[in-house]
């Protein structure tokens, strides 16, 4: 068992967001913030009581068992249950204690988790917002940590988290799965929440390792979540878990223990997670069924390759194909930029200096950056000039880091 300090925290992680949703399905959406109170009530409970009388044998079920009971409490003496719950669920009052029952039945945790996933993400709350809902709610994350990924404080986050859940309310969102004629549309929006999730994690900006690599793998956990369900075990579910798996096998190998930036060609591939390679090599082969092709499937198209470390014309050619056709599916400028590096690597620099003097990105510094890369070498005065302009526009110091290391590759 986890020493006592290490307990506490990793319970938190583990069953906070599980006993948010039971709780929220039994007794209303409405109620979302005083579950999360409630739950967060047990667990100071767990601190002071197992400190005192020593750590129960089972201790999940102790929190489950503890947070019935401080539900049923607040119910009752907030007098909301009679009042407010019964006409809402129309039951009479001698089936009260059949439906008062909380099940923390692994099914229907599953359930709750899901329905959840699919409320949080409805198309009425801004995409900034159902972020931090996820965040909270569903991957269990505390206010400070969620504070520090978006550089903020913990009154704007509250706010944030307060207008969200208002929203809810207003809209009347309930904790259940929409209708199957519309659950391939909705689970879009869950895709690309979980999607923005990683990729806080992945590109975070944020010193600290540990939080970063965690919020990669809770949106993993929750895209895994999704194939537990035939209706959203879809392809394009498999190739966004399939993308998620192959970037996080290379977590550990994007940075030294000074917290440096180690470029891809730098990168020891014996950190790489060969688990997690495979899991996306079995989710990427599930994603080819049927006759869907969606971006994530191109990215993860793209990312299996990147786990191929030998440089080989087959693996470069492979990764120009999958952005010429993610440039057709879901333009942007990233993947422009993409396009362009991958055009470069497969074709030279001569043409890909063309392309990219095309895209005409003035505020960009990753475009900067691309044009500093592809004049080196041709007129390191552009490439140092590109360079320069691009420190200027990165926000942050690790975009600062990787620029000076690509100027010294000049």
């Known amino acids: 068992m986890k020493d ?6 990793d319970l938190f992680r583990k069953e906070f967001a599980k006993m948010v949703a039971v709780i929220s399905k039994l007794y209303g959406l409405q109620h979302i913030e005083l579950a999360e109170d409630i739950v967060s009530e047990t667990f100071l409970t767990a601190t002071e009581n197992w400190a005192a009388k020593g750590v129960p044998a089972n201790p999940t079920a102790w929190l489950y068992a503890v947070a019935k009971q401080k539900t049923l409490y607040h119910f009752r003496r907030k007098k909301i249950f009679e009042e407010k719950i ?6 009479s009052p001698d ?12 099914e229907n945790i599953k359930d709750s988790q899901l329905e959840m996933m699919f409320a949080i993400c409805d198309p009425a709350i801004a995409s900034e917002a159902q972020i931090a809902l996820a965040l909270r709610v569903l991957c269990g994350f505390g206010i400070e940590e969620i504070a520090e990924a978006f550089f903020s404080n913990k009154d704007t986050v509250n706010k944030r ?21 519309e659950i391939s549309s909705r689970l879009d929006n869950v895709l690309h929440i979980i999607y923005l999730l990683f990729n806080e994690g992945y590109y975070s900006t944020t010193q600290n390792e540990i939080l970063r690599k965690d919020f990669c793998m809770e949106a993993l956990k929750l895209g895994l979540m999704l194939t537990d369900y035939s209706k959203t075990n879809l392809p394009k579910t498999n190739a966004l878990i399939a993308l998620m798996s192959f970037h996080a096998s290379r977590l550990d190998a994007r940075k030294n223990r000074g917290n440096d930036i180690i470029l891809y060609e730098d990168q020891n591939e014996n950190l790489w997670d060969s688990g997690l390679i495979e899991q996306g090599i079995h989710f990427l082969n ?19 390759w990147n786990c191929q470390k030998e440089d080989t014309l087959e693996k470069r050619e492979a990764i120009l194909h999958h952005y010429n056709l993610l ?5 942007s400028p990233g993947v422009a930029l ?17 392309e990219a003097e095309k895209l005409n990105l003035p505020i960009n510094h990753f475009y900067f950056t691309l044009l500093g890369e592809l004049y080196g070498g041709v007129d390191n005065e552009k490439a140092k000039q590109n360079f320069e302009k691009a420190l200027l526009l990165a926000k942050t110091e690790s975009e600062r880091q990787i620029i000076k290391l690509k100027m010294e590759n000049i």
């Open 95 to 106: 089936t009260i204690e059949e439906t008062k029952e909380m099940d923390f039945s692994t």
């Open 86 to 91: 019964i006409p809402q669920i129309k039951v």
């Open 286 to 304: 599930l994603s080819a069924q049927g006759d869907m092709l969606s971006s994530y499937h191109l990215e993860a198209g793209v990312a299996f």
């Open 4 to 9: 006592k300090q290490e307990l506490i925290p």
């Open 327 to 331: 440039l057709e599916v879901n333009y």
């Open 338 to 354: 993409n396009r362009v590096y991958a055009l470069y690597k497969a074709r030279g620099k001569e043409i890909a200096l063309v």
């Open 161 to 181: 988290l307060f207008r969200a859940k208002e929203k809810l309310r207003a809209e009347k969102v309930q904790l259940e799965m929409p209708p199957e004629k």
